[in-house]
Structures are given as structure tokens and as C-alpha cells.
């Protein structure tokens, strides 16, 4: 003879696959109408067994024939379709609570908390990154706008001090002596040494390019700073 199995709460609601708040309310539903005892261990904890888990698959079947738990209740108590457990002499009605019935629930409305705050504190990183990323984006086009735009104002900086750097050099050039300007193309005609000019303009431009840069690029850094 084999040995009689006997489950807890939530291994008996499993082998009936409904959740046990459901299958602790049916239950406690008939014990409280006086239709059906459910067994205590030693602990005063409830125990299920072959009988509870037989009354809990007919109570499913009836669910599933548009019967509401009223009505089953109803028909366990007028007409029941099999022998339920009787009440011990001392029984007390609600002298028990299912501690394990509590901490399921307990539990699982832990579960559901943990869940809807990971939940809000995954779609707070979520949007976090996003602004993080469009911010980066948006700095990244306004990075490379500035970085054109500053190096257009280099170009023109750089133009401009080689021409007025070209225009000293020209008049430094004027104010030589005529022979070091001149050379001669005839007996009795000079003209201006024009490759000479060039040199020397080249020279001055060379020898006074980086000065004139460092003192231009620090006058437009000191104007916007004082913008």
C-alpha cells in the first residue's frame, strides 16, 4: 500500500496550476461553510492531500462549466458529487492561519514591487541614455559647425596678416637704395629688380609670419573672451 502524499499550499496550487491565493480562498470558502475539513500537520499548518487535490480539479471542472464559486459551494453542500472530510469535534472556525499562505503572498507582492522598480529604473536609465546620447549628438554637430567655423577665421586670419606683412615688405623694399632696386637693362635705363623684390618680400614675409600670427590669434582670443 503506498504511502499517503500530503502537499503544502504552494506544491498542492502547482499540481493544480492556479495560483494559490486562488486555491487558499476556495478552500477556506469550504471550511467556512462547513463542507470540507482540510488537514493540519503537527506545526497546525494545513496539508493537503489525494482528496483535497480530487475536490480542487472538480472545482475547475465546474469553473470551466460557467459555474461561480457561490454556486459550487452551493452544489458541494446540496448535492456533493463525492465524500468530503468531516470536522474534528474541536474544530474552531478560522482557528488557523496559513503562515505559509501569508508569505506566499507576502512574497510574491515583494516580487511585484522589486519588479515595477527595476521596471521604472530600467525606463529611467533608458531615457537617461537617450538624453545622454542626443546631447552628445548635438554637441558633436555643434563641435564640427565650430571647429569649420573657426578654421574659415584661421584661413582668413592667415590671409590677411600675409598680405599686410606683403604690403610692409613692399614698402620696407621702397625705401632701399636704388641700387640695391635697380638693375640695368640698357646703356642708359634701369628697372626694378623684380626678382629680387620677390625674394626679399618672401624673406620679410617668412621672418615675421609667426610673430604677427601669435599676436593677431591672442587679440582675437582676448575679444571673445571679453564678449
Known amino acids: 500500500m503506498s504511502k499517503e502524499e500530503f502537499w503544502q499550499i504552494t506544491e498542492f496550487a502547482s499540481k493544480l496550476d492556479m495560483h494559490l491565493s486562488t486555491v487558499n480562498r476556495w478552500f477556506n470558502n469550504l ?3 462547513k463542507i470540507h475539513y482540510i488537514n493540519r500537520s503537527e506545526t497546525g499548518q494545513k496539508v493537503y492531500d489525494g482528496l483535497d487535490l480530487k475536490i480542487g480539479f472538480k472545482i475547475i471542472e465546474l469553473r470551466a462549466q460557467n459555474y461561480n464559486i457561490q ?38 507582492t515583494i516580487k511585484r514591487e522589486v519588479q515595477n522598480l527595476l521596471e521604472q529604473q530600467s ?52 625705401k632701399l637704395p636704388a641700387s640695391k632696386r635697380l638693375i640695368r637693362t640698357g646703356l642708359f635705363s634701369k628697372t626694378e629688380n623684380i626678382s629680387e623684390r620677390d625674394l626679399y618680400v618672401k ?14 590669434f591672442e587679440n582675437e582670443k582676448n575679444s571673445d573672451t571679453n564678449r
Open 123 to 174: 525606463e529611467f536609465f533608458r531615457k537617461e541614455q537617450a538624453q545622454e546620447r542626443l546631447l552628445i549628438e548635438e554637441k558633436s554637430t555643434v563641435d564640427r559647425a565650430a571647429v569649420r567655423q573657426q578654421e574659415i577665421t584661421d584661413r582668413i586670419t592667415i590671409n590677411r596678416v600675409r598680405m599686410n606683412l606683403e604690403i610692409e615688405a613692399l614698402e620696407e623694399w621702397s
Open 71 to 108: 454556486g459550487i459551494n452551493a452544489l458541494f453542500k446540496n448535492d456533493p458529487p463525492f465524500e468530503f472530510r468531516s470536522f474534528p469535534d474541536d474544530y474552531i472556525s478560522n482557528q488557523v492561519v496559513d503562515n505559509e499562505v501569508l508569505f506566499a503572498e507576502f512574497s510574491s
Open 31 to 33: 471550511e467556512d461553510l
Open 203 to 216: 624673406r620679410y614675409v617668412s621672418k615675421y609670419m609667426d610673430e604677427k600670427l601669435r599676436i593677431e
